[in-house]
Antibody, heavy 123, light 108 residues
Framework: QVQLQQWGAGLLKPSETLSLTCAVYGGSFSGYYWSWIRQPPGKGLEWIGEINHSGSTNYNPSLKSRVTISVDTSKKQFSLKLSSVTAADTAVYYC?????????????????WGKGTTVTVSS | SSELTQDPAVSVALGQTVRITCQGDSLRSYYASWYQQKPGQAPVLVIYGKNNRPSGIPDRFSGSSSGNTASLTITGAQAEDEADYYCNSRDSSANHLVFGGGTKLTVL
């Protein structure tokens, strides 16, 4: 059974850089997309970005200037860095495994999620 | 357009059928996936593709799609189905993912 274990600093000051890592246990790293998603308190899910095993990335346009997602295939880990954080970046951050497929239409889904890391930005 | 639109809240009587919808231009090319989220927990995938359920998801959950609208149907809603439900798909560019705003389901 594939599990994702995530960790990182939970309390940041404004202007600092958020850094989180997610490790994949019990399954292959290649052939999947590896995403970061966040959820501000009381709000909905927001996709931050994704990376595949070869290092190809896609980012949410609204966050692209501040986001870097990287991968270490030897450790089966992927990481998120979000620079210049503000209070608006306070959220629970999730990592997730994504799968792309097609039949009549294309489809994409995230079948395994980490437990989430609460990140608070406060001076 | 890169947006997915959901009704903010829906209610259903215990044992009845409820449909939660998700609208967006990208759904003309992509099936939506659906996630259930209970308070304090990570989202859980309940429907993906045309109408596929992951192992462990009850068969009262089903999905469908027509035009720019995807639907999640719960047939015979149970008290434990009370949760927030989110739809998700690639956007029309295929480079980004988008989530709907979420629907809070109340089981009466």
């Amino acid at each position: 059974q594939v599990q994702l274990q995530q960790w990182g600093a939970g309390l940041l000051k404004p202007s600092e850089t958020l850094s989180l890592t997610c490790a994949v246990y019990g399954g292959s790293f290649s052939g999947y997309y590896w995403s970061w998603i966040r959820q501000p308190p009381g709000k909905g899910l927001e996709w931050i970005g994704e990376i595949n095993h070869s290092g190809s990335t896609n980012y949410n346009p609204s966050l692209k200037s501040r986001v870097t997602i990287s991968v270490d295939t030897s450790k089966k880990q992927f990481s998120l860095k979000l620079s210049s954080v503000t209070a608006a970046d306070t959220a629970v951050y999730y990592c997730a495994r994504g799968i792309a497929a097609a039949d009549v239409y294309y489809y994409y889904y995230m079948d395994v999620w980490g437990k989430g890391t609460t990140v608070t930005v406060s001076s | 357009s890169s947006e997915l639109t959901q009704d903010p809240a829906v209610s259903v009587a215990l044992g009845q059928t409820v449909r939660i919808t998700c609208q967006g231009d990208s759904l003309r090319s992509y099936y939506a996936s659906w996630y259930q989220q209970k308070p304090g927990q990570a989202p859980v995938l309940v429907i993906y593709g045309k109408n596929n359920r992951p192992s462990g998801i009850p068969d009262r959950f089903s999905g469908s799609s027509s035009g720019n609208t995807a639907s999640l149907t719960i047939t015979g809603a149970q008290a434990e189905d009370e949760a927030d439900y989110y739809c998700n798909s690639r956007d029309s560019s295929a480079n980004h993912l988008v989530f709907g705003g979420g629907t809070k389901l109340t089981v009466l």
